[in-house]
């Protein structure tokens, strides 16, 4: 089965809020995580990216945290967007010191903002 | 600066065809990989290339077939199609560093075979 997965599937958010994203993962040997962002008809954008010896990182209105004692990511988009609505994958590269080598995706939450 | 384009961006095939999907990579990226997306599932990766070379190999069986070419490029073959072949083939292009480490992989829009 999946390893790397999302807490639920569907994540529904007033325009403005804060909108927070979970997944977990299983392999204690991944050492770099990504989301990814897919809108209907289009592939996969990325959006941030983390390596294991790290547990925080930012962008532009999004934090990636990763907490590797309890193997879980997540995803933080702050004053959340209507153009944010999308599907939202995390994936990780199992094979350490890999890279983005062969990524493993979960099954994706899809975003929805409520106006 | 183009991105990662992908042809075509559709395709009907019926079962026991043949199909090959070609890929170009974003500039200054040597590295391609494969994933296969069904409706609704995360992608799944099929195979990466570098150096003309199939490099990683994900769960998929020896119908799924690839190429690189030397200016980078890739075509993805799969033979004896199936109904459970259609899918969005997604293609991913990086930059692969001394040591073998592959830097972030930006996919391409797809293409979406339907296998009647």
Redesign the interface.
């Given at each position: 089965g999946e390893s790397v997965g999302l807490h639920l599937p569907t994540l529904s958010v007033q325009e403005g809020d804060n909108s927070i994203i979970n997944c977990a993962y299983s392999n204690s040997a991944s050492d770099y995580f990504i989301w990814y962002k897919q809108e209907s008809g289009k592939g996969p954008q990325f959006i941030i990216d983390i390596r294991s010896n790290m547990d925080k990182r930012q962008g532009q209105r999004v934090t990636v945290l990763l907490n590797k004692t309890v193997k879980h990511l997540s995803l933080q988009i702050a004053a959340t967007q209507p153009g944010d609505s999308a599907v939202y994958f995390c994936a990780e590269n199992r094979r350490s010191g890999g890279g983005a080598d062969g990524l493993t995706f979960g099954k994706g939450t899809h975003l929805i903002i409520q106006p | 600066d183009a991105g990662?384009t992908q042809s075509p961006t559709h395709l009907i095939k019926t079962r026991g065809q043949q199909v090959t999907l070609r890929c170009s990579p974003k500039s200054g990226h040597d590295t391609v990989?494969w994933?296969q997306q069904a409706l609704?599932?995360?992608?799944?990766?099929i195979f990466?290339y570098y150096e003309e070379e199939e490099?990683?190999r994900?769960n998929f069986p020896d119908r799924f077939s690839g190429h690189q070419f030397p200016n980078y490029s890739s075509e993805l073959n799969v033979n004896a199609l199936l109904l459970g072949d259609s899918a969005l083939y997604?293609c991913a292009s990086?930059f692969r560093?001394s040591g073998?480490?592959?830097?972030?992989?930006?996919?391409?829009?797809?293409t979406r075979l339907t296998v009647l």
């Open positions: - | 990662v990989s994933y609704g599932q995360g992608p799944q990766f990466q490099r990683q994900g997604l990086s560093r073998g480490y592959t830097d972030t992989q930006y996919f391409g829009p797809g």
